[in-house]
């Protein structure tokens, strides 16, 4: 199946700094998927991307999804305390495949 | 509202002996997956279902089994427990409908062999 590789898996930031977490694969994708998994807590869907090149935002959030869909990346400008948590990419094998792998995750830690 | 429930939550269980974790949605979605959660490996999958009746391993099925008798349910078993399986087991769900559904995830079971 599928493999995705995320970087880092881990980054401690000031409060106020950006974060930056990448997914990349050595085959093309069908689509990403990012979770985001509170400490004590279960991972929560936050976004998917399908199409090459697309970027969508969520408030301070980033998604990109790279234009060979080879790898994505989220992005967090200003960290905030709350933005404490493990950040997962995830992907299918396409089709009626709907069985997802998922990375190793970046846990981020931010500093008040 | 719709929800997934997990139980036990918390189970404490020695060597060798036959464990069965619970998945509970009222999503009524086809798809449930169970995944395992280990640092160091992110989240892993152990069985999933696509339907009624439907079950398919997933990449660390050695030593598990599911069971799909209806929709809502997909119960997770562990034989014969082995420390190697201690771990954080979550179950998910997701709709069938193309492109791929976001998994929505149960709390969580943490399962301590032993």
């Known amino acids: 199946g599928q493999q995705v590789m995320q970087i880092p898996q881990y980054q401690h930031v000031q409060e106020g700094e950006d974060f930056t977490t990448y997914c990349n694969s050595s085959?093309?994708?069908?689509?990403i998927q990012w979770y985001k998994q509170r400490p004590g807590g279960h991972p929560v869907f936050l976004i998917q991307?399908?199409?090459?090149?697309e970027v969508k935002k969520q408030k301070r959030l980033t998604f990109q999804f790279g234009e060979a869909k080879k790898n994505s990346s989220l992005h967090i400008t200003a960290t905030q305390t709350t933005d404490v948590g493990t950040y997962f990419c995830a992907t299918d094998s396409g089709g009626s495949n709907y069985k997802l792998t998922f990375g190793k995750g970046t846990l981020l830690t931010v500093n008040p | 509202d719709a929800e997934i429930t997990q139980s036990p939550r918390h189970k404490i269980t020695e060597t060798g002996r036959q464990v069965t974790l619970a998945c509970h949605q009222t999503w009524n979605h086809n798809n449930m997956f169970w995944y395992r959660q280990d640092l160091g490996h992110g989240l892993r999958l152990i069985h999933y279902s696509y339907g009624v009746q439907d079950t398919n391993k997933g990449e660390v099925s050695d030593g598990y089994s599911v069971s799909r008798s209806n929709t809502e349910d997909l119960p997770l078993t562990l034989e014969s427990a082995a420390s190697s399986q201690t771990s954080v087991y979550f179950c998910a769900s997701s709709r069938t409908s193309g492109p791929t559904g976001e998994l929505f995830f149960g709390e969580g079971s943490r399962l301590t062999v032993l």
């Open positions: 085959t093309t994708l069908s689509n």
């Open positions: 991307l399908v199409k090459s090149g």
